[in-house]
């Protein structure tokens, strides 16, 4: 009920093409939906992130769509450039557990010039 | 911009020995994380310490972890006796409130035990 699972693994996108990550989670505990973006060797740095009463939220290029009657949410990557390439992860923190992150498998995005 | 900052980069050590991983978090955060990420894994939450005392822990966190903040900058994770398993990558992370607040993530430390 912890796990939260994202897919596809691996995924490789054009410039200027879109990405799209999907992430699941069931434990209906979690308040708060991140994305973090890591390079090789990096700490995962937050992307963006949204709150369960939002269905949606943009910054730049980068949209959270978020269900929460799916309990689904996913990461769009519009006009993707070579500089995107990384690995991403979804995450779901529960307040009432010490604010633990869990965070799914990672999609290792490589964007082609 | 306020990081957070970990030492060493890399350690080695021998199987069953003592390691203790070091942060500094954010000046003004209140609430400090440990996660290891094994290498082309998921990152895995170990625990979470706010106001001196351990939030919560994963049942990675057994008897072998501690935390503590030994003064009022750092943080530490000390492993009292190195499993090979224990190799990974530690992450400290720091969030200035709770709930919504974001996690900052350190650089981490590679821990090879041998």
């Known amino acids: 009920q912890q796990q939260v699972k994202q897919s596809p693994q691996s995924l490789i996108v054009q410039k200027g093409g879109i990405s799209i990550i999907n992430c699941a989670y069931e434990?209906?505990?979690?308040?708060?939906f991140p994305w973090y973006q890591q390079f090789p060797g990096k700490g995962p740095a937050l992307l963006i992130a949204?709150?369960?009463?939002?269905s949606e939220k943009k910054e730049g290029r980068f949209t959270i769509s978020f269900n929460k009657s799916a309990k689904q949410f996913s990461l769009h990557i519009m006009d993707s450039q070579p500089g995107d390439s990384a690995t991403y992860f979804c995450?779901?923190?529960?307040?009432?557990?010490?604010?633990?992150?869990?965070f799914g498998g990672g999609t290792r995005v490589l964007v082609k010039p | 911009e306020p990081e957070v900052t970990q030492t060493p980069s890399h350690q080695v050590t021998q199987m069953g020995q003592e390691v203790i991983l070091r942060c500094v978090p954010i000046?003004?955060?209140?609430?400090f994380y440990w996660y290891r990420q094994i290498l082309g894994q998921k990152v895995e939450f170990l625990v979470s310490f706010y106001n001196n005392e351990i939030s919560e822990k994963s049942e990675i966190f057994d008897d072998q972890f501690s935390v503590e903040r030994p003064d009022g900058s750092n943080f530490t994770l000390k492993i009292r006796s190195t499993k090979l398993e224990d190799s990974a990558m530690y992450f400290c992370?720091?969030?200035?409130?709770?709930?919504?607040?974001?996690?900052?993530f350190g650089p981490g430390t590679r821990l090879t035990v041998l």
């Open positions: 995450a779901a923190q529960n307040k009432a557990a010490g604010n633990k992150l869990t």
């Open positions: 949204i709150r369960p009463d939002v």
């Open positions: 992370a720091s969030s200035e409130k709770h709930s919504t607040d974001t996690q900052y």
């Open positions: 434990n209906t505990a979690f308040d708060y």
């Open positions: 000046s003004n955060h209140l609430y």
